[in-house]
């Protein structure tokens, strides 16, 4: 991507995790706020949990930076065959020796390591990303890791993040010990229609562009809808259309632009009924002189037609009325 062709300074929707651009969404801020209360309550297991993509990974990263001054494992890859691959994990993750060691000489430097930190006044926290992996024996040692404690509080604080499904399994009848010691649980929830568009605005902002050069409000609204405002299926779709308009030259991503980009990725309308329900609620047409002469007629592998029909739906939609739109495997109104 031309960072220049937007004027931006800055990539911005990228597909991993960036702090740096963060949008303080009301889920996202809602589950930081809990977390990091219930660390200095001293709780020693907590859960979060949410839909993929929908920020946990960042979430994490997150709650790291504002811990501030704590000792950190993140792990990213829950997918241990055993308890001695889930310890050298951990310990791998705290820069802590665990080469030639076995199960047994393990645990024992990952206590010795989290009670020496306790010790000195100073906080160990485990994140464990996708932990929906982890089989109940390995729960089960991190239940144990979770009881290392003393009369002054908990020596290692351990967060479990991961899918649904994670959920589920804590509630198996093997890990009743664990959920006795869940200190909350927490779900990432998708951004509401107006956030979804705020973030878009935001990374464009965030990267030195004017959201509004960029996208339109149509495109905002399509956007917004059809990723069901989950934020990694946002950055990708956003950072399509900025491919594709540049590709076509087009100087703002509008309707025609964002629904071809989501039709590239798959994101598309099944029946003429979803098709009125979305247009329907995109804000009133725009004048045919608004739509950009290389959008007015066949375009990027011939998916496009003309912009008049984008019109013509809108127009045409009404509370009974059916739309016999085709948005089939091809694209909008396949030529």
Not at 43 to 72: C, N, S
Not at 102 to 124: H, V, W
Not at 166 to 175: F, H, I, T
């Amino acid at each position: 991507m031309n960072l220049a062709y937007f004027h931006l300074h800055a990539r911005p929707f990228r597909p991993t995790p960036d702090t740096s651009s963060y949008y303080p969404a009301a889920t996202h801020e809602n589950a930081l706020t809990k977390l990091i209360q219930a660390i200095a309550d001293d709780e020693g297991l907590l859960v979060l949990t949410g839909a993929p993509g929908t920020g946990k990974t960042l979430v994490g990263h997150l709650l790291l930076a504002r811990l501030g001054d704590v000792a950190a494992a993140f792990i990213t890859n829950c997918r241990f065959a055993s308890r001695a691959e889930l310890l050298r994990g951990m310990l791998f993750d705290l820069s802590q020796p665990h080469q030639g060691m076995n199960e047994q000489d393990m645990r024992f430097a990952l206590t010795e390591y989290l009670l020496g930190n306790f010790a000195r006044g100073q906080k160990s926290v485990i994140l464990l990303d996708e932990a929906q992996d982890l089989s109940p024996d390995l729960l089960e040692e991190l239940r144990l890791l979770g009881n290392l404690e003393s009369s002054r509080g908990k020596a290692v604080h351990v967060v479990l993040m991961g899918q649904p499904s994670l959920l589920e399994s804590l509630r198996r009848p093997e890990l009743a010990s664990l959920q006795q010691r869940i200190g909350g649980r927490w779900q990432l929830e998708m951004l509401s229609l107006h956030e979804a568009a705020d973030y878009l605005q935001h990374h464009i902002r965030v990267a030195g562009g004017n959201p509004e050069e960029v996208f339109s409000g149509e495109a905002l609204s399509i956007l917004a809808e059809r990723t069901a405002g989950v934020p990694r299926l946002l950055n990708q779709a956003a950072a399509a259309c900025m491919a594709l308009a540049e590709s076509v030259e087009a100087e703002t991503i509008d309707a025609e632009v964002a629904l071809e980009a989501l039709t590239a990725l798959g994101y598309e309308m099944d029946n003429a009924e979803e098709a009125g329900e979305l247009i329907s609620a995109m804000p009133p047409a725009v004048p045919m002189a608004a739509v950009p002469e290389h959008l007015s007629r066949s375009g990027v592998g011939g998916k496009y037609r003309l912009g008049a029909e984008l019109n013509n739906f809108r127009q045409s939609v009404g509370p009974a009325s059916v739309l016999h739109a085709d948005f089939g495997p091809q694209g909008l109104m396949e030529s």
